[in-house]
């Protein structure tokens, strides 16, 4: 169902409270990689742009168990905004307490206020209503622009939204969009290239679109575990044992259902895993014994890239070999280049298959790029994100 945005609401003369992913990259006091703040300008423009309105940002950073770690303090955070927005975002000492109500009380049309990270509380991860119903009372109408937490049942997240009424930023907005359309209303052919290390991972993933793609492309660790169950020879490479019968089923339903299945028929090699292993090229399906599956070879990736440009509709999440390591990094390149060629929708989600657009520059050539690792995989896996379910429909 459809959910309000910050469009659907008159935010005029209100005090906005809204949930945003600052969890950046930080070091000696410096922001790494920006991203994700640049991500919340557009919804932290327009609520500024209202008449009368004030911002309160909430977010968290790391994982500082409930303990206040100077480390993963905000403030940082709260400078580099301040830059990018031209304009001074204030710095709470903490997220909740009177002194903070009195902040929040106290900021004036135009003004900003940046919480202290909410996970130095211990209640923030455990959902505590009464932690909420503090953050909730310090605003008037609750933004959740934070995708990327949008899994997590956390009282910024979610349990905010008990109290006080909660729409969607344009971030989440889009998030929704991208990713709904990618599971209820496909334009065929629908290609899902699916990678990673491993299938225990992902098996929800290809359980939840195997009656909505036209293809699955498979590749990463996973893949090996597949060529198994098929009788193929896959050397030293990673295999889950206990999970060659799911493998086997999977592959028996595609076939019952049409869907075409592209797994790895040539590869790239190492006889150790190491980054400093030499790459070998193995031109067929079966890999010799001793020999470690690290990457695709180039017959893959051209049948692949075939199938990836002539999608109407594409999602990608994985990486199609051991990405990390420079010499095996071609496969998952490549496809990237492959899916910025694609002139259907292309959605693409998960830590290293964003890296990867990102590093060859092709991320303004994708449709969406997912700012959610974790929360794009559960969607697409067909699951409900408590922080979107915690917001008012249209």
């Known amino acids: 169902m459809a959910k309000k945005s ?56 790391g994982r500082p168990k409930g303990k206040v770690v100077p480390e993963y303090s905000l ?31 106290e900021l004036k049309a135009g003004q900003v206020l940046l919480l202290e990270n909410v ?5 923030e991860t455990a959902n505590d209503s ?105 050397g030293a490479s990673m295999v889950e044992e206990d999970l060659l019968d799911t493998a086997g089923d999977l592959l028996a339903e595609a076939e019952k259902q049409g869907v075409e299945v592209l797994l790895p028929v040539d590869h790239m090699v190492a006889a150790e895993f190491s980054d400093t292993a030499k790459a070998e090229y193995i031109g067929e399906v079966d890999i010799p014994d001793g020999k470690i599956g690290m990457d695709v070879g180039k017959l893959t990736l051209a049948r692949f890239a075939e199938v990836i440009t002539a999608a109407k509709t594409l999602v990608w999440n994985g990486p199609l070999g051991v990405f990390e390591f420079p010499e095996f990094a071609r496969g998952t390149l490549e496809t990237a280049k492959a899916v910025s060629r694609c002139a259907g929708i292309t959605v693409v989600g998960g830590g ?30 067909g699951k409900s994100l408590p922080g979107i379910l915690a917001l008012q429909n249209k």
């Open 6 to 61: 910050v469009k659907d609401v008159d935010l005029r003369g209100k005090r906005v409270l809204c949930r945003v992913d600052f969890n950046v990259p930080i070091k000696d006091g410096r922001i790494g990689d920006d991203t994700r703040i640049r991500a919340a300008l557009d919804t932290i423009n327009y609520i500024l742009g209202q008449e009368g309105t004030s911002l309160i940002l909430m977010s968290h950073l």
């Open 352 to 381: 290293d298959s964003v890296a990867a657009v990102k590093q060859f520059g092709l991320d303004d050539q994708i449709s969406h790029v997912s700012t959610g690792g974790g929360a794009s995989l559960e969607y697409l896996e």
């Open 130 to 234: 009464d932690f909420a119903a503090q953050l909730a009372g310090l605003g008037q109408i609750y933004v959740n622009d934070a995708f990327g937490s949008a899994h997590r049942a956390h009282a910024s997240t979610e349990g905010v939204a008990h109290h006080l009424a909660g729409v969607a930023g344009f971030l989440m907005e889009k998030e929704i969009r991208f990713l709904g359309d990618v599971l209820e209303n496909p334009q065929k052919p629908f290609v899902a290239i699916i990678g990673g290390a491993k299938v225990s991972s992902k098996i929800a993933v290809l359980e939840s679109l195997l009656t909505k793609v036209s293809s699955f492309i498979i590749g990463g660790a996973m893949a090996y575990t597949f060529l198994k169950v098929q009788g193929h020879r896959v």
């Open 75 to 105: 403030e940082p955070v709260a400078t580099h905004l301040s830059e990018l927005l031209g304009r001074e975002v204030i710095m709470a000492s903490d997220c909740v307490g009177p002194e903070v109500e009195k902040q929040a009380a």
């Open 119 to 123: 996970r130095f509380h211990g209640e």
